[in-house]
């Protein structure tokens, strides 16, 4: 994100973002990949305006974002890029549109940190929404846990059994252990 201040809460601004795979992954109870290494590889870039009314709060909305969806030729051999968002014999798929994206980090108590993102993305025929809920928790000075809940609706990718677009979940529990060695 880079933007310059015109006003004591308000910027115009530039957002990218980058996402990809770093390993496999494949299709449930299957042996067939749904992505690999770098495929999909998904661009997003927005200009807009970024409003932060709060310390942690940043709303940014860009009315002219372009995103991008690439696979690897090599991977469209293996992978069903129809499940990527991707029209069936391409490796590409680039649209126009515009995006929201709220961000909002805070603390309730001294041993709780909250960190909240979302984003919308509309091309003027489909949605995609994400919202990401990562809560740390400090248990003691040894102990540390982590609760993320991240729903995720993608318009553009349709279900094999019924040609609709479904609500996926990730969710993720996790307990460590630290200590500091003098």
């Known amino acids: 994100k880079f933007g310059f201040q015109v006003h004591e809460k308000w910027y115009v601004s530039a957002v990218g973002e980058f996402k990809t795979n770093c390993w496999p992954n494949f299709q449930t109870n299957s042996t067939r990949l749904?992505?690999?290494?770098?495929?999909p590889i998904r661009f997003t870039l927005g200009v807009g305006v970024d409003y932060k009314p709060l310390k942690g709060l940043s709303i940014n909305l860009s009315p002219a974002t372009y995103k991008l969806i690439y696979a690897f030729s090599s991977d469209s051999t293996r992978i069903d890029v129809t499940s990527l968002g991707i029209e069936a014999g391409h490796d590409l798929q680039s649209e126009i549109g515009s995006s929201l994206s709220v961000a909002w980090k805070w603390r309730p108590l001294r041993e709780?940190?909250?960190?909240?993102?979302?984003?919308?993305?509309?091309?003027?025929?489909?949605?995609?929404?994400?919202?990401?809920?990562?809560?740390?928790?400090?248990?003691?000075?040894?102990?540390?846990?982590?609760l993320l809940l991240h729903p995720r609706y993608d318009g553009t990718i349709e279900n094999v059994t019924d040609k609709r677009s479904k609500i996926q979940f990730k969710e993720l529990i996790s307990v460590g252990f630290a200590h500091t060695f003098k």
């Open 34 to 39: 749904s992505t690999t290494f770098l495929t």
């Open 112 to 146: 709780i940190e909250v960190e909240t993102k979302f984003y919308f993305f509309t091309n003027y025929k489909q949605v995609e929404l994400d919202l990401e809920i990562d809560v740390d928790f400090i248990i003691n000075k040894y102990l540390s846990a982590k």
